[in-house]
């Protein structure tokens, strides 16, 4: 005599077949009717541990039971209804059953939506993104996957991670490098970030603030943020800038005038290529690639000056433009860096990385209401890009640096004590 043997090596029995025929059928129904199976026994058992047996009489129970109610909790991103049972106290009140409590909390709701609004799906898609057209998990008014309850759930949860991204203690951040850039939202609206590498070598988004323009109160606004949550302006760091005036500005007047800045030197060059015609393009970018890739500094600035001294004839804005900020182009020059250490910190590459993670996460966005929406959904990239990050290339070189910050810093603040001859 044969028997059926299931998957699992088991005998087939009808129970055993009808479930896997639910599976064939729709896994998600199988999985859905068993979690409710499972979900009632739990809440049966809260209420049982409040009330008694059912149909027992118990001195010490607490509450009674007071029939069931239709309730929704969270199933793909949306919400379904489940029968639930009620209990009311020794006083009347009713109380709450823990697990279906815990059952029906919409924070993960929250965190589908996010994640699926962080990978580009847009709000009228996001029914479709959770739940099939032609599923038979109905997807009725009320479940939650409408475009305006994904918008509201995005809305709840990435506020509250801007405020718990903005109120962050910094002080534990062992913190060497902070890029600052500027993003440019519609017409009117400009926001500056900052991020940071550590001793480590790794990477922390650190700030956020927005303006009406990258200029030195918005800098400044976003420098007396980070000050406030802990970072010590006393230490010295290597400030990272994409080269306007302000950052600058805001820079030697939070962190003093020894603060160590670099201009990047990819935007500088840029600038300069987009004012000169091609046929002076090659030769340019060699000299200037040929000055930054020198160790000795002196030698890095007489070549630039030769440069800017040929032009000045025939391109003379575009020659005084070369000259403007050369002391902070070459400052990783002057650290005397390795040469690895110096090609991760030229540019601000770091933060233009994020930046075109921010890019990817808001493009379906077409309309900036306000500013508190650019910042909602600009940390919202920030967070997200912070999960891609790597350690810096040249990580194991940080110390080196750390050793050049403290002799600069030592070298700019520490006056020479003047020696007084004592008369005989």
Sequence with gaps: ?????????????????????????????????????????????????????????????????????????????????VERPRARGVDGREITIPSWETAAQEDWLGRWAMNL?????????????????????????????????????????????????????????????????GLHLGGDLVLVAAIGVDGEGNKHPLALVEGASENAATVQALLDNMVARGLDPTMPRLFIVDGAKALSKAIRRTFGSAAAIQRCQIHKARNIMERLPKEHHAATRRVLRQAWELDDADKAEKLIRNLARRLDQQWPSVAASILEGLDEILTIVRLKLPKELRRSLACTNIAENMMGTIRRVTRNVKRWRDAGMALRWVAAGMIEANKGFRRLKAHKQLSVLRAALQAHHDRMTIKPVAHVTRAA
Excluded: Y
């Design 1 to 81: 005599m044969t028997r059926d043997i299931t998957p699992a090596g088991l005998p087939a029995t009808g129970a055993v077949d009808e479930a896997f025929a639910e599976v064939r059928a729709s896994f998600d129904r199988f999985c859905l009717t068993a979690g409710i199976e499972v979900l009632g026994t739990m809440m049966e058992a809260d209420v049982t541990a409040a009330c008694g047996p059912r149909h027992g009489r118990d001195a010490a129970r607490r509450a009674h039971r007071w029939g069931r109610t239709r309730g929704r909790i969270g199933f793909h991103g949306g919400k379904i209804e």
């Design 117 to 181: 609004m962080l990978i580009n799906v847009s709000t009228r898609r996001f029914g479709r993104a959770v739940r099939l057209p032609e599923g038979d998990v109905p997807a009725p008014p009320g479940s939650g996957v409408s475009k305006s309850a994904a918008s509201r759930r995005f809305v709840a949860l990435s506020a509250a991670r801007l405020a718990d991204f903005m109120a962050a203690d910094l002080s534990a951040l062992d913190l060497l490098v902070v890029q600052i850039d």
